[in-house]
């Protein structure tokens, strides 16, 4: 019997679920908003800790885990990891982004000796994902999307009755702030696309143009993250998404031009972060699957799986779909983060932490930038000094 829980950092929402993998009965499935979470992370362990009168000694607890980490217990796990798997500039930490919520509440589990907490890493860190496909990136899919690859292939071999070893796909992730896309093969990741290094998200831009970038820098005094959560389909249709629900959004695409356009950007860009993926798969993925915020609204879903549907026509992929759910409240990411603490723990889900080859993983978030070796020990340097803490 294996009590296991995950919590899953998402942009609205911090989402808590856990399961008994004997009784399969679901111990929690709760949702704190992001904005409270940001005030006070410490109500994150006092849920856990709750929990843990409720229901007895909690086995593995996977936890937030930034850009990742490679999977260690948060307790052996140094400063410096932490910082780099939340890195934020000073001047952001004075604006005190909501990243630093995800890097209090990191460093409480470090200390939460009473808690067997694990963190977890990023597509980036896996050995799957060839060297080359890594260079010049850091975000090829934060560890909240290794979390919603883990729920797929548990989806996908249950479905279709199938080894976790035979698992082929690819997963789009579709949130509140950015889409982000995984490719499966053979029940192993081979390439990530993460939502600042594809294409629109609702909030984010997506890959910025270099010149862009270079035009920023040399305008502002201080580039902030704040940016990378701007310039995507929201400001392209010009709402303010934090006052207009997304339901709401998608019902203008209807009756209003601009908002129609934004709309048709939204999916043209999942439709290239799907073709862009199957390049790097050696045969066509049997399914597509899809998760996040926005499958939840039922319009929407049915006008990306018939855009889907229509532009992968040729290449007779056998299905579209959305990868099923037990948890009421929680999204995808939180139930798959609950299965990944399962494996770690031994559980029943241990073989899909195995094909995954999670313990394998490797590096830092910074090794793949191939510019000169100073302005690589720069980043770090700046990105890992102990008064970010």
Do not use: C
Not at 252 to 264: D, G, M
Not at 310 to 328: F, G, M
Request: net charge positive.
């Amino acid at each position: 019997m294996v009590k296991a829980i995950g919590i899953d950092p998402g942009t609205k929402s911090i989402d808590i679920f856990g399961f008994d993998d004997e009784t399969k009965k679901i111990l929690i499935d709760k949702t704190i908003l992001r904005d409270e979470f940001t005030k006070n992370p410490k109500i994150v362990l006092d849920v856990l800790r709750n929990l843990t009168k409720s229901t007895g000694k909690l086995d593995v607890i996977v936890g937030p885990s930034g850009y990742g980490i490679t999977p260690k217990r948060a307790s052996e796990t140094e400063d410096s990891e932490i910082l780099m798997a939340t890195f934020v500039s000073e001047s952001d930490i004075k604006r005190r982004l909501r990243i630093l919520g995800i890097r209090e509440l990191m460093f409480l589990m470090k200390k939460a000796s009473d808690l067997n907490i694990w963190f977890t890493p990023g597509v980036i860190h896996l050995p799957t994902v060839p060297r080359f496909r890594k260079a010049g990136k850091i975000d090829m899919g934060t560890a909240d999307k290794l979390f919603s690859v883990i729920i797929a292939m548990k989806d996908q071999a249950e479905t279709l009755k199938i080894k976790y070893s035979e698992t082929s796909f690819i997963l789009i992730e579709i949130g509140f702030a950015y889409t982000s896309a995984m490719a499966v093969e053979k029940g192993a990741l081979v390439d990530g696309i993460g939502g600042t290094t594809g294409n629109m998200g609702y909030l984010g831009m997506g890959t910025m143009d270099g010149e862009l970038a270079y035009a920023i820098s040399n305008s502002l005094q201080d580039y902030s993250r704040l940016l990378l959560f701007s310039g995507g389909v929201s400001s392209l249709a010009g709402i303010d998404p934090f006052s207009i629900d997304i339901k709401d959004f998608i019902r203008k695409t209807k009756v209003n031009k601009k908002t129609e356009s934004a709309y048709e950007a939204f999916q043209e860009g999942i439709i290239k972060n799907v073709f862009s993926l199957i390049v790097s798969m050696k045969e066509l993925p049997k399914e597509i699957l899809l998760s996040g915020r926005f499958l939840g609204i039922s319009t929407f879903r049915k006008d990306i799986i018939s855009m889907l549907n229509k532009r992968t026509k040729p290449l007779s992929i056998n299905e579209i779909r959305t990868v099923k759910k037990q948890s009421a409240n929680v999204k995808e990411a939180a139930q798959g983060s609950a299965i990944l603490a399962n494996g770690i723990a031994g559980g029943k889900y241990k073989p899909i932490v195995e094909n995954l080859k999670i313990f394998e993983s490797e590096g830092t978030i910074f090794d793949h930038i191939y510019l000169d070796k100073s302005i690589v020990e720069k980043i770090k340097e700046t990105f890992t000094k102990n008064n970010q803490l």
